[in-house]
């Protein structure tokens, strides 16, 4: 497709399971993000790539939070030992270089809910 | 003070009026801004992007920016009962490189019949 996809849509783990969440961007995207929203809020950066390289990681809230982009394409976010306040919707966008304003493009979510 | 306010609402609007949504940013090297249409249960949709002081047209759409008052806006003319969403306003700090986007916490907006 043309679009950001993600998957899986929908993920319930119970407290302590590890989870890995998957983005794949646009064709051709250089730069990919990860962002995090809570239930009433706006997206909250979590991680940025450009390429392989994970140029910023100000956003990931513990070190339980852990992302990878290896051959600069498809990205996995991965949570370990998750807690309750992990559970949210994980959004990835990705945005072409060439693009001046930095317009980002969403994919559709991972809804992750922690028993 | 957070770095993207925006009036939560709800911002209820009869159809076929324009609806206007308010954002303001704290941080002065903001550079490119953009307009996000969440709908309930969706991932957020990029409806207007602008980068230079003052209006931005496209269709029903008009975005507006004053960087020396820290103020953006979104006008929405004839609404539409789909126009009912949440409209996130976003900002990011760096000019033509990626960096990360800062958002506000969203407008819901009602269009009623």
């Known amino acids: 497709g043309a679009g950001v996809s993600q998957s899986p849509r929908y993920k319930v783990a119970k407290r302590g399971q590890d989870v890995a969440l998957r983005c794949d961007p646009i064709?051709?995207?250089?730069?990919l993000f990860w962002y995090q929203q809570a239930l009433g809020q706006g997206p909250e950066f979590l991680t940025y790539?450009?390429?392989?390289?994970?140029?910023?990681k100000s956003g990931l809230p513990s070190d339980r939070f852990f992302a990878e982009r290896p051959e600069g394409s498809v990205s996995t976010l991965k949570i370990q030992r998750t807690q309750q306040e992990d559970s949210a919707v994980y959004l990835c966008?990705?945005?072409?270089?060439?693009?001046?304003?930095?317009?980002?493009?969403f994919g559709p979510g991972t809804r992750l809910t922690v028993l | 003070q957070k770095e993207v306010e925006q009036n939560s609402g709800p911002l209820s609007v009869p159809e076929g009026a324009i609806a206007s949504l308010n954002c303001t940013y704290s941080?002065?090297?903001?550079?490119?801004f953009f307009w996000y249409r969440q709908y309930s249960g969706k991932s957020p949709e990029l409806i207007m992007s602008?980068?230079?002081?003052g209006d931005k047209e496209d269709g029903r759409f008009t975005a507006q920016l004053n960087k020396a008052s820290q103020y953006v806006s979104l006008l929405i003319r004839d609404s539409q009962p789909s126009d009912s969403a949440t409209y996130l306003c976003?900002?990011?700090?760096?000019?033509?490189?990626?960096?990360?986007?800062?958002f506000g916490s969203g407008t819901r907006l009602s269009i009623r019949p």
């Open positions: 966008a990705s945005s072409s270089y060439r693009s001046s304003y930095n317009e980002q493009f």
């Open positions: 064709s051709g995207h250089v730069s």
């Open positions: 790539f450009q390429n392989e390289a994970q140029l910023d």
């Open positions: 941080d002065r090297v903001s550079q490119s």
């Open positions: 602008i980068y230079s002081n």
């Open positions: 976003a900002v990011n700090k760096q000019d033509s490189s990626a960096s990360k986007i800062i």
